[in-house]
């Protein structure tokens, strides 16, 4: 079992709301990513962190931001949310190794009305 | 940069029947190549993985081919069984200590008892 974990599970917000999705590990990774999971399945790297204060956009651009100040914890903030936005929002992590496994956590299924 | 194609994008499988899902890739430094398991709402999960200094590995049911002068590999799954029903994710990855993993667009199997 993997020890990641998001939150919140589900989330419905209004348009133009602030939010923030929390994602946390308590496996001492140093890399962690943010996927965007849209309902053809595809999964689409957004943000992705190789240490604190390390923090780098993916292959799609997003409208969100991220921050990395613990080693365990990197949220992703969407300043002000739009319908586009609705989606599967999957982190992940792995060490800072060649090749090891990265562990996913659940997922945040946002839903923007 | 890296491109990874994956076919087919869903899969219909006699319970008991072998399972076959292909994948290329564009960029002949990928050096590793691991599948993802990801069921109804969870995240993927590493299922096995290969790297290229290898042609095949198997683990219980399931099996990973490379074939790196054609640039493709695939996952063999036997003797299916119900709980096998998920989404499948191929990925390559350069140099997987520093940089992300690219994925494929999936592959939805589906076992009928």
């Known amino acids: 079992e993997a020890d990641i974990y998001q939150t919140p599970r589900y989330l419905v917000i209004g348009t133009g709301k602030k939010i923030t999705l929390e994602c946390s590990q308590t496996?001492?990774?140093?890399?962690m990513y943010w996927y965007q999971q849209d309902p053809g399945m595809e999964l689409h790297l957004i943000h992705y962190s190789y240490g604190v204060n390390s923090t780098e956009k993916g292959d799609l651009s997003s409208e969100s931001t991220v921050s990395r100040i613990r080693t365990e914890h990197f949220p992703l903030t969407l300043e002000s949310a739009r319908p586009s936005h609705t989606s599967q929002y999957l982190c992940?992590?792995?060490?800072?190794?060649?090749?090891?496994?990265?562990?996913f956590g659940q997922g945040t299924r946002l839903t923007v009305v | 940069g890296e491109n990874v194609e994956q076919h087919p994008s869903t899969l219909s499988v006699q319970e008991g029947d072998s399972a076959v899902i292909k994948c290329t890739y564009s960029d002949s430094a990928s050096n590793y190549f691991p599948w993802y398991k990801q069921e109804l709402g969870k995240g993927p999960q590493l299922i096995i993985d290969?790297?290229?200094?290898?042609g095949e590995k198997k683990d219980q049911r399931i099996a990973v081919t490379l074939n790196k002068t054609a640039k493709h590999f695939s996952l063999h799954i036997t003797e299916t069984q119900p709980e096998d029903s998920a989404v499948y994710f191929c990925a390559a990855s350069l140099d997987p200590g520093n940089t992300p993993l690219v994925f494929g667009k999936g592959t939805r199997l589906s076992v009928i008892a």
């Open positions: 496996m001492g990774h140093d890399k």
């Open positions: 290969i790297r290229s200094n290898v």
């Open positions: 992940a992590s792995s060490e800072y190794v060649s090749g090891t496994e990265a562990f």
